[in-house]
């Protein structure tokens, strides 16, 4: 499994949109604090509004805003919002894998492993990663509209 950069970060973006939910934040404020590159923020920012899995306002009292409750988005759906399967095998999905000869068992090995990892990242909501004094304020954050 490679944990790609963007989906590294996106985690990280939304861990700090969760932190506070009620209040939003600049891309340059997340950037600043979780020493993330701008530019490459900015980016995956924008894949996870797509998602719906955070919310943006323009203007001085904008910024962003997780899309849906902290304890609602699981790593697995920032992923999947970012790099689409969990677990490629030289950029294809394992879907219709087929090995033959001696190497027929294998491919149901690394199918083994996605689910492995599926079950993993979709059983962690960001709240359950969150500091404890955190997870109060994401629990009773501002509701989403």
Same mark, same amino acid.
């Given at each position: 499994?490679?944990?790609?950069?963007?989906?590294?970060?996106? !985690?990280?973006?939304?861990?700090? %949109?969760?932190?506070?939910?009620?209040?939003?934040? !600049?891309?340059?404020?997340? *950037?600043?604090?979780?020493?993330?590159? @701008?530019? @490459? $923020?900015?980016?995956?920012?924008?894949?996870?509004?797509?998602? =719906?899995?955070?919310?943006?306002?323009?203007?001085? &009292?904008?910024?962003?805003?997780?899309?849906?409750?902290?304890?609602?988005?699981? $790593? %697995?759906?920032?992923?999947? *919002?970012?790099?689409?399967?969990?677990? !490629? $095998?030289? =950029? &294809?999905?394992?879907?219709?894998?087929?090995?033959?000869?001696?190497?027929?068992? %294998?491919?149901?090995?690394?199918?083994?492993? &996605?689910?492995? *990892? /599926?079950?993993?990242?979709?059983? %962690? !909501?960001? /709240?359950? $990663?969150?500091?404890? *004094?955190?997870?109060?304020?994401?629990?009773?954050?501002?509701?989403?509209?």
């Amino acid at each position: 499994m490679h944990i790609s950069a963007k989906a590294d970060y996106a !985690t990280r973006a939304l861990l700090e %949109l969760a932190r506070e939910p009620d209040r939003p934040l !600049t891309c340059e404020a997340i *950037a600043s604090s979780q020493e993330i590159p @701008f530019r @490459f $923020l900015k980016s995956v920012v924008g894949e996870l509004r797509r998602a =719906g899995l955070v919310r943006s306002q323009r203007g001085c &009292e904008g910024g962003y805003w997780l899309g849906r409750p902290a304890g609602e988005i699981a $790593l %697995l759906d920032v992923v999947r *919002a970012i790099d689409g399967d969990v677990i !490629t $095998l030289r =950029g &294809e999905s394992l879907d219709g894998l087929d090995y033959p000869g001696p190497a027929a068992a %294998l491919p149901e090995v690394w199918r083994r492993i &996605e689910a492995e *990892a /599926t079950a993993v990242l979709g059983g %962690l !909501t960001l /709240t359950a $990663l969150l500091p404890e *004094a955190a997870r109060a304020r994401a629990s009773s954050g501002a509701e989403v509209s």
